[in-house]
């Protein structure tokens, strides 16, 4: 029985894939604005409702798994074990998902996108806030404060989520780059190594 659901979650994977291949070659060639999910699912072979099962809209698709393992970013905190620094749950829950997204086939190219098409960028500043409102929802836990009006709680927050948007942003799909400039990053603002000049 593990040998089926394990060929079932390899093909949702190759969907997924094909979708966002199909997706990324079509936007590079007309633009996002110019690409429908009709456009998608004929170059990539499959129907609408399967393109709906895997991406809630046109602007998930060159995002992968992202929005999913987002969902999930609150518990995974909760069972990060920091020995009570915040700080660290914090380093090793972005240090420790980040990299699945440098694995991901063509994120190089989707990467570009999501920094240069315009309704893109939206939905990446979206997700980046999403998940700097989750940060510091835990870090009020942790700290008993209510994170909608602690300065600490946001500055925390923007500066973990900061680091996975920098490495991700300058490495995309180096996972080696993605994860030393991770380590560098945190340093950085534990002020372990200094800033160049």
């Known amino acids: 029985m593990v040998e089926v659901a394990s060929l079932r979650e390899r093909k949702k994977e190759q969907t997924r894939v094909e979708l966002t291949r199909a997706a990324v070659k079509l936007f590079r060639e007309r633009g996002f604005e110019n690409t429908t999910v009709d456009d998608i699912v004929d170059a990539a072979d499959y129907s609408r409702s399967t393109f709906f099962r895997y991406f809630g809209s046109k602007e998930d698709v060159v995002f992968g798994e992202i929005p999913e393992r987002m969902t999930a970013l609150p518990a995974l905190l909760r069972g990060i074990d920091a020995g009570g620094d ?112």
Request: with cysteine; proline share 4%; net charge negative.
């Open 86 to 197: 915040p700080w660290l749950g914090a380093r090793k829950a972005v240090t420790g998902e980040i990299p699945h997204f440098a694995d991901a086939q063509d994120l190089d190219e989707a990467v570009a996108l999501w920094f240069s098409e315009p309704a893109l960028q939206r939905r990446y500043a979206e997700i980046n806030l999403q998940c700097e409102q989750m940060m510091a929802s835990y870090f009020g836990a942790v700290w008993g404060v209510d994170p909608e009006v602690s300065v600490e709680c946001q500055v925390a927050a923007a500066a973990a989520i900061g680091v996975a948007r920098a490495a991700l942003r300058v490495y995309r799909s180096d996972r080696a780059g993605v994860i030393e400039a991770l380590e560098r990053g945190f340093d950085l603002l534990e002020g372990e190594i200094k800033f160049r000049s």
